[in-house]
């Protein structure tokens, strides 16, 4: 399975963006999730989602962020909104399978005024 994300971009504090992770195949059976890596610092977890589309997310962007997916379009969404300086950030997003995982390319999210 290849991910492709998308979506990045610069975008002042407070504002908002899309991103989006799109697989080559179907990925409905799988769990989506996205990642960050800002410079000098480690992967971390942002968000993800069940199969079911049952969401979690880490406390720095409960309230700000949503994540989805729609099968039918082997996509997965993050919506962010009101980005902070600290989201700024490489975005990776990731399908773990029960005996696989995938990760695709990232894209920068860049929060400045």
């Known amino acids: 399975v290849q991910l492709q994300a998308s979506g990045g971009g610069l975008v002042q504090p407070g504002g908002s963006l899309r991103l989006s992770c799109t697989a080559s195949?179907?990925?409905?059976?799988?769990?989506v999730g996205w990642y960050r890596q800002a410079p000098g610092k480690q992967r971390d977890l942002v968000a993800n989602i069940s199969p079911g589309g049952y969401p979690i997310y880490v406390d720095p962007v409960k309230g700000r962020f949503t994540i989805s997916r729609d099968n039918a379009k082997n996509t997965v969404y993050l919506q962010m909104n009101g980005l902070k300086p600290e989201d700024t950030a490489v975005y990776y997003c990731n399908a773990k399978f029960i005996l696989q995982e995938f990760w695709g390319k990232g894209t920068l999210v860049t929060v400045s005024s």
């Open positions: 195949e179907s990925f409905s059976s799988s769990v």
